[in-house]
């Protein structure tokens, strides 16, 4: 299959968040912020390159928004080319990991970059679409992919 | 006479001949029939007219054993017994048998290869058999055994008589291939593999040189799986490394083999790639550059795909490696010029249009570039020429400073394959990589810690062709940057290339920094002496450096400064590895030892103890270390200077800090020099009474290593009736007593004394009364402690910890309360894995009550540690506990107490959901993703992050991917 960016930029890898001795304190309590949003989908494998989102600048920690009190999580990201076909499924995979990762009390929203993708408004109404993101996860050969996207590279290695 | 003989041998033979093939004594007899054919008491012709009868029965069966019979005794002659003419009569029989019943043919090949082994073979009875073995035998049809005796006989007829076999021409070629072609046995395979390429240089192939490379080629590559239990250790590698040398033994493969292997390239199969890759290396041995020149643009088109689009590190590798090895082949022919400089061409024109260091591309350009100069020195030369340029102009007007040091790395590289290549350190000649050591020298001083560190490595590894005036600027650099506290990479960096010219330049780095450097502070000669432990096995430097040590404590008296040598100098040490120089200038007047007890004893007491804990510790490592490093003799000397006079001030002031010293000197003495030193009783007041922490820790330790030691009962059990009595006197068990008197036990459990289990059982009678016993389990169970290792030359029984936890495990195994189970947490802690994974089963009563009724969160994190370092090394065992322990890890992931508790359970459960049988573990996928749930809203960040890990885990657990 020939890529359809063969040669994307990579950007750094931001380090590990550092811990604080706040974070270490059992009597603090630690609000979900964006960074931590970031940190359970920066590791998603792109679907083209073994790279991660964080790497081809896909997810960035300034388009992440959390608003604790009301409980809602949205998430813009950043294709690497305006056609990207690969766009719904990154999307889909953000999607997942969340639903998997954050507690229920949060409403998670994944949408486009404003401008940044040529079919935008399509992409983010099939994902901010329930019955179709349930219907896309019955999907055996679907879920197979996402589940590749989200598994780390690392855990990968430990099951073969 | 001989007649009687005869009928003798009728008689032995006769027994033969009523026997079977099956008989027990079937080769006993045979030898015997040899040796006296031998001994000319019967000759072959006799044997073989008593044969007869079995030899022309007309059961299969009977002439099969009459052959064997034969076989047997011809093979226990003397390889020269056999004349000619016997030779030609018995080789034409053999290849008559060949004709016979399938039952017989075994019996006839084994027959034909003892043959072999007779010296007198003549012309012609190789080519009979060979002939007759062609027309005769269809090798496939045949069983594993027998095939594999066929292809000795092969390879055998060639040995022995090869000009003969090579006058066959086609008909032995053609024979062969058709006896190989179908092989399925691995062992036969691997036989074939091995002797084949011998064959097939040997031999005129003709017209029939591609019909042979397929016989083999039909093999490549190698789809082979070992069964199970793979009794005759063959892999599928094993397979493959043999098979290879067939494909590319002689030139006319190549028009075959090239082809084959570029196929292959591109299969989706990583071990076909591989191979393919390995037969292209092997190739460039064995085939002519003019080969290799018709598929060079296919080959390099292949490579560049994999390299540039590799998700595969090892075929990357490969795929480099061979990308050298190739270029290099076509570099080695005057005729292939034309085509070496327009690949190289090439390559460097398609990939360097990626060399923008912000680009995925980037990365694995430069590896092509790299590994294309690698092949020859015009290649080394064009690519530095067109390359460098460009790299440096980048360097030049990048901003980054990642992606600066990306492009550093890589000019580096070039330059060291420069150098490799064309074997001339001297760089300053080839234009465009004179610039290189300066934009190091720059790079090792820039403002981001991460140029700096690439900067330092640079200097380091391009050291010899770095000139002279510039070294002078590397030491100044390297002045500042060894005694200045910087980020760790950038240090280490800073060490291995200090460390690098020192032994490339010993005296300049003597004068020009040794000498010359300064260090006002305490942390810049901390940073300084770290620096020098390095360096200190380099001969040329030692005795340099030890003046540098002295010399910054001894005209001194900051306590600080002192206890930063001593940190330093123990480092040293250890690192130059027990040098007799070194530990003499320590000894002798001028030296260290001196100073350092004359200090202790002038400067501390109880007060200044705790100010001054670590000094202290370093004080009795360094003295440690000295007096370890001595032999008997000089031990005994030291005593006699230092620990008399000292035991005389100890009685007269009762200043603890003298137990510091004593542990110092005496804990490693040799075993001959073992004694109690009638300090045991003083010891014990001392330590019990202190005010400090420390003093305590160090005086129960050096009672636990002279206990350990002494050699005489006697003055063992006085002793111990001494601590006992110290021990006991007010009968209320404070935390100390209980630590002395576990240190006494771990002592006596060590050297196995009759006392130990005395004194344990007293040690379990105590939990229920002291709350601090529980401590003393994993103070026996422990086995970090130097005070009682071998190297301090203590009695260490084998397996003692083994022994103390199976007897110590059935009696708190039996008690429910807290303070038992307590003491089962303590005793885990410690304990050897495998002991654990044995007793598991009696234990995990144990174990699950640990978990759900101790609140200490200490040893709740030990225990789920130990549980977790299981579950990580997959035991398979714990797929029996799965629901004894799940719904204990899932109720520990909400322990209000701890976050760390709540870490280690989750941490638990993600080892489980990895790598045991899918389905003993499926019906709890349910309640797990369910329960953890609410651990994704823990208030705690770092539980989060481990309940979000093992949430995914389950999830992942029976979906497909």
Redesign the interface.
Known sequence: MELENSNPNIYNKVSERNITADEEDDSVVDEIDSREIFDLIRGINDPEHPLTLEELHVVEDSLIFVDNRNNIVKVLFTPTIPHCSMATLIGLSIRVKLLRSLPPRFKVSVEINPGTHVSENSVNKQLADKERVAAALENTHLIKVINQCITPLTMNRKRA | MEKMEVDNYNSVLDELLQSNKDDKNLNNSCIKVSKDICSSKLTVVDLVEQLRVLLIDTSSEKRDYGLLILTKVLNNLPTNFLNSDQIKFISSFYADRLKDHHQVVPTALQGILVLFKFDNIVEGCITQILQSLFQNISCQQQQLHDRYSIYQIFEKSLQIRTTEVLAMSFDFVYGVITAIDGERDPRNLLYLFSWLPKFIKLVNLGHLTEEMFEVVACYFPVDFKAPGDNINGISRDTLAQALCPCLCCIESFAQFCLPLAIEKLSSSLKTAQLDSLDLLIESCRMFSSDSFAQHSVEIWSLLEKEV??G?DAQIVNKCLETLTHVVNKLSQSATTTDCFVQTVEDITDTVKG?LRP????FQPSVKILLYLAKASEKSVDYVIKNVLPQLVNTYNITSTP?HQSFLLESMVDFTKVYVEVTGNIDIKGTKELSFIPNLCLKASIHEDPNIRKVGLDSIGEIAESIPKYLRENVYTNLKIHLTVNQHEKTRESAIKCFKNYCKLFPLEVEQEILDKISTSDNTSLDLFLDALCEVGSNAKLTEKILKIFINSCTNCNDLIRFSVVLKNLKKFLLLSGGNESIYAFLLSDGGLINFIIDLLCRKFDETSVQKFETLLKNVIDVLENIVAAQDTEVQRAILEKYLNPAIVTFRDTKNSVYVILFHGLLCRLKKDLAGDYGLIGDLCEATLQTDNDFVFEFGARLIANLINKLDDEKAVKYNLKVIESCIEVEKIFHKRNVILFSWVIKALIMRGHEYGSLYTNKLINMLESCKDAPLGFELIMSDSYNCLSSESNCNRRLLYRQKFFTDVIKQLCKEEKQQYLLAVGYLLKESPKQVVLMHFKKLLKSIVLCLEKIDDSEILCSILGILFSFLESKETIFEDYIDELVPRFLSLSRFQ???KVRIKALQCLQAYA??FTLHKLLHQKQPVVHEL?QC??D????V??EA?LA???W??LD???
């Open positions: 540039l689009n998700t990626n912000d680009t995925r591309l990642l107490k701890s976050m990895i790598g749930e994704l809203d208030p705690k960040r770092m989060r992050k979000v949430r995914n885990c999830f992942l979906t497909p991917t």
